[in-house]
């Protein structure tokens, strides 16, 4: 596997763009992905309740086909809880779309992503479709375009030889605020031109959703319009991914890494934001237990608040480990920041401070939580919680 400069559209068989329409004041908010040649797809959802038109769109498309060739992305506004109006503007835009390229309507995924409550204008929404290019001039626009509080894009692209040809896959994300996966404000899309049918493409993102964006989280909310979405149009031209060969763990190499890398960096782009904190819990019952505790301690606003003030309190660890549901023993429990031990078997221990002080002192901060109930592990990531996220948030409909 490689690691390679380049953007969404890397992969071979797609453009994409991203400009201003005018939905926001000033920024990018109007985006796609185009797919020269239908693609195999596969998404996943937010399971708030409340969902998004876009969502309900999108994912009637898919029920429907399990191809699609666009995705037509806008931020500033989210376009839920807008009635029969909202989800009309998300229709027309998936039509609009549609006769654009001349495509099927349900060939073209829809998403949104900004201020709940508000109707998207649909007078920008179809200037900015007419303006949007096919030549492929601008693609890394697209990751600008579907910012909201962001303070940078999240982007990865990566190579590796699968069935005899050079394949390529790219993965975008944005996602700051009301990050508590299942998932969150967090919209993420992954391009590939490898060849692999639909229905294993959907098994593998669910699987690898509940490892990666699954465990992340920056304030515990949940979003209405979260979505994860996957295109493997198979232009590569290798031999199609079956289950269970040594291509298809290749290709699920690079797809886990691809999600990692992108909802740490979600995690770590938390609003006001300081820290990247990773909590790794070792020898837990089951996969599950080991994940929940994780990222139970990882959303914890004492937790997060200790971080940002680079205060040891490993009791808010041990706390939230005891709160997250699954059984486990306090006396057998050990906790480390970083490299340093600072609870072994449930009593605590003896530090070096200024080791301990320099771990905290770090832009990305390791804790170890070591059950020994079993072999399982679970690892979640998230950010401090600062000053700025209130003021952010205080202000942010505004």
Not at 11 to 30: M, Q, S, T, V
Not at 115 to 122: A, T
Not at 200 to 210: A, M, N
């Amino acid at each position: 596997m490689n690691i390679i400069e380049g953007t969404i559209a890397s992969p071979k068989g797609y453009y994409a763009d991203g400009l201003h329409c005018g939905i926001r004041k000033e920024k990018k908010d109007l985006g796609w992905i185009v797919s020269t040649v239908p693609a195999q797809a596969a998404a996943v959802y937010t399971l708030n309740h409340v969902k998004a038109a876009p969502i309900l769109v999108t994912k009637e498309a898919l029920l429907a086909n399990s191809e699609l060739q666009a995705v037509i992305v806008n931020s500033g506004i989210a376009n839920a809880c807008t009635g029969k109006q909202g989800l009309a503007a998300a229709y027309e835009t998936q039509q609009l779309i549609a006769a654009k390229l001349g495509i099927k309507s349900n060939q073209v995924a829809v998403a949104s992503t900004g201020v709940i409550g508000k109707q998207l204008s649909m007078t920008e929404v179809k200037q900015g479709i007419v303006q949007l290019s096919q030549d492929n001039q601008t693609p890394a626009a697209f990751h600008e375009a579907i910012l909201t509080t962001d303070t940078g894009t999240k982007e990865v692209v990566v190579t590796a030889e699968i069935g005899g040809q050079l394949v390529t896959m790219a993965g975008v994300a944005k996602g700051s605020g009301m990050i508590h996966p299942n998932m969150a404000t967090m919209l993420s899309f992954i391009t590939t031109d490898a060849k692999i049918d639909a229905a294993l493409l959907s098994e593998l993102l669910k699987e690898t959703v509940d490892n990666t964006y699954n465990q992340i989280t920056v304030d515990g909310d949940t979003s209405t319009n979260d979505m994860v979405l996957v295109m493997a149009n198979g232009c590569a031209d290798n031999q199609e991914i079956i289950v269970n060969t040594e291509d298809y763990l290749l290709f699920k190499k690079l797809f886990h890494f691809v999600a990692e890398v992108l909802a740490k960096k979600v995690a770590q782009d938390g609003e006001g934001a300081t820290k990247l904190i990773e909590v790794q819990v070792q020898h837990g019952q089951t996969k599950e237990a080991a994940r929940l505790i994780a990222k139970k301690i990882v959303g914890s606003s004492l937790v997060k608040s200790a971080m940002f003030g680079e205060d040891p309190n490993w009791g808010r660890i041990i706390c939230a480990a005891g709160y997250a549901g699954p059984e486990l023993e306090a006396g057998d429990v050990d906790i480390f920041l970083g490299s340093e031990q600072v609870l072994k078997n449930g009593e605590p221990q003896e530090y070096d401070a200024a080791k301990v002080q320099e771990v905290l002192e770090k832009e990305s901060i390791l804790i170890v939580v070591d059950l020994k109930q079993g072999e399982a592990t679970g690892v979640a990531w998230g950010c401090d919680l600062t000053y700025k996220y209130v003021e952010i948030n205080a202000c942010y409909h505004t």
